[in-house]
């Protein structure tokens, strides 16, 4: 009778990183922790960063936040994801690669 724990194991690597599928993906989940997020909040607009507790600052209008996330993303080259007031993404912007 052949049991689990006497089969043999083979040692799988979990992370090849000359994989290009996981070097892009890596690169995004990277670039998604760098952008900024234009968020409601009570009756104003926050832009933050996802991995920040912090808001980046706060906003009156939307639009407002809109402008100043756009900025930022553009120095930083990284993107602004925009969410509508039921918290939603509403809106992409990509700038860099």
């Known amino acids: 009778m052949i ?3 006497s089969l043999p194991t083979i040692p799988i690597p979990l ?3 000359n994989n290009p599928q996981i070097r892009a993906y890596e690169k995004a989940v990277e ?3 760098n952008s900024q ?3 409601p909040r009570n009756e104003e607009w926050i832009v933050k960063k996802p991995n920040i507790q912090r808001s980046v600052r706060v906003f009156s209008t939307q639009q407002e936040a809109v402008s100043y996330a756009k900025g930022l993303a ?3 080259g ?3 994801f925009v969410h509508n007031a039921e918290g939603s993404i509403e809106e992409r912007f990509y700038y860099g690669e």
């Open 3 to 5: 049991t689990l724990n």
């Open 15 to 17: 992370k090849n990183p």
């Open 31 to 33: 670039r998604g922790l």
């Open 37 to 39: 997020y234009v968020l």
């Open 74 to 76: 553009q120095k930083q």
């Open 78 to 80: 990284t993107a602004v």
